[in-house]
């Protein structure tokens, strides 16, 4: 297994427990967001004192900027494969990505669009408005029913507008097989798009060889936490229609009575584009690719089969989404788990105050998908539901996830693994007390004096 965690910033900040310690900081939340490579810092450093707006300035920093930005949209078209026949626009993340999608969908009444029940909120609000929603069933590995798909496919006769995919569940870390979805939409004359958020860090994505007709994604979770993502697709699927944000920028002619919209990407990209985020994302896709995903692939794996080896063996653990006999190349470093009776806000308390490692816990913007895996019943959603409404938080369902980055190591694995070992037996140190109105568990008198750390005074 290689070390790779030299490769981030940050990697080496220590945390102060309320005990005192000092310990190295381990970071298994990356399914949120990464930190940022190096790599991307330092192209970041060089391009700055050239940046400028792009597009239309007739001085030297505005061409060059120009220049620069053009060049990031290349290097992610190759990123993820895609013909050069398709346009890259840069958005804010992959959020706004797959919201522009659905604006750009053209749904007509009657029009359906299929999702799984796996999906992140990002890919199943935004179709929501504009078309029926068809879920595919999705088991608790994760694993979606193929032979459901292909009967709403046929049944659906045209009306199937999209076929909209996680390219990785960040619940169970599944890997969708969106080759043979990719197959199976277009012999029904449909479209499919892959939210490769979660994917993109992890695996090569090919879309020519796959058949697939977007993508979105973005560089927040793929080491370039610096607000960029990107949507790719056909350049006719983006003619045809106004943009979904209409300004600056995505204009050819505005008269008092009319306008003359820009074609694709331009049409996309109203206002000025964050050139950074685009000079970050376009530098950590070159970085992924330098390091090579064999390499990538093969340390999460060794990772994964570690933890997951070993937090099966600890009474009380119940693990989301993990089938016993599981394939490498069918998941990712995503570990999503139950500690008894425990509330999950109360085990990644522990983690964090007497262990110094980061976790994230709760519904993971996957609402509808944990509750079917954690068997909530409709009784026990309204409850919740109407206690949030009151502004009570507390006792909320939802897992304790670890997700892996590429610069994790084998000893910050052990020590999770020791820590969850240590909570099973209700070993904790601290007294932690449970807040209504955000749903922590906190040490009784502990503050981190978060200004030592990091002030804008």
């Known amino acids: 297994m290689q070390d790779l965690s030299n490769l981030i910033i940050g990697n080496d900040f220590k945390v102060t427990l309320p005990d005192g310690r000092q310990l190295p900081y381990v970071y298994f939340d990356n399914g949120a967001s990464t930190p940022a490579l190096k790599s991307v810092q330092r192209k970041l450093e ?27 949209r290349d290097i992610m078209r190759k990123f993820v494969g895609a013909p050069d026949s398709a346009i890259v626009a840069f958005t804010r993340n992959a959020t706004e990505s797959i919201n522009m999608l659905a604006h750009y969908a053209r749904v007509l009444p009657g029009n359906q669009v299929i999702i799984s029940e796996a999906e992140h909120h990002a890919n199943d609000l935004p179709w929501r408005d504009i078309a029926e929603v068809v879920r595919i069933p999705v088991d608790n590995c994760g694993v979606l029913d193929l032979g459901f798909l292909e009967r709403k496919l046929a049944q659906g006769a045209g009306d199937v507008k999209i076929v909209s995919l996680t390219g990785a569940s960040n619940i169970s870390g599944t890997v969708s097989p969106y080759r043979e979805v990719a197959e199976l939409v277009h012999r029904y004359d449909t479209l499919i798009h892959l939210d490769a958020a979660q994917l993109a860090p992890h695996k090569p994505i090919d879309m020519t060889s796959a058949g697939i007709d977007f993508v979105s994604l973005s560089g927040h979770k793929m080491y370039a936490p610096y607000g960029s993502g990107i949507l790719v697709g056909p350049y006719d699927f983006f003619t045809t229609c106004s943009p979904l944000l209409e300004g600056g920028g995505c204009v050819e002619v505005v008269t008092t009575d009319t306008v003359m919209w820009a074609p694709p990407p331009e049409r996309l990209e109203a206002g000025t584009p964050n050139v950074p985020g685009a000079v970050a994302i376009a530098q950590a896709a070159r970085s992924l690719q330098a390091i090579g995903f064999p390499i990538l692939e093969e340390n999460e794996e060794e990772l994964t089969q570690y933890l997951l080896q070993e937090l099966e063996q600890i009474p009380d653990v119940r693990i989301i989404g993990h089938n016993a006999g599981w394939e490498p190349a069918s998941r990712l470093g995503v570990i999503s788990l139950i500690v008894g009776d425990l509330p999950h806000e109360l085990v990644g308390a522990v983690l964090e105050f007497e262990h110094g490692i980061a976790t994230r816990g709760g519904c993971f913007c996957a609402h509808p998908y944990i509750i079917k895996v954690m068997e909530v019943d409709d009784k026990t959603v309204a409850e919740f539901t109407r206690r949030m409404l009151d502004g009570d938080h507390t006792h909320r369902p939802g897992l304790v996830r670890f997700s892996l980055g590429l610069y994790n190591t084998l000893e910050e694995a052990k020590r999770a693994v020791a820590a969850i070992r240590q909570i099973s037996r209700r070993e904790f140190v601290l007294d932690y007390e449970l807040h209504r109105d955000s749903g922590e568990y906190l040490p009784r008198g502990f503050d981190y004096n978060l200004k030592q750390y990091f002030s804008f005074d």
């Open 46 to 72: 060089q391009f700055i004192p050239y940046y400028s707006s792009i597009h239309r300035g007739s001085g030297f920093k505005s061409r060059l900027s120009t220049h620069i930005f053009e060049e990031a």
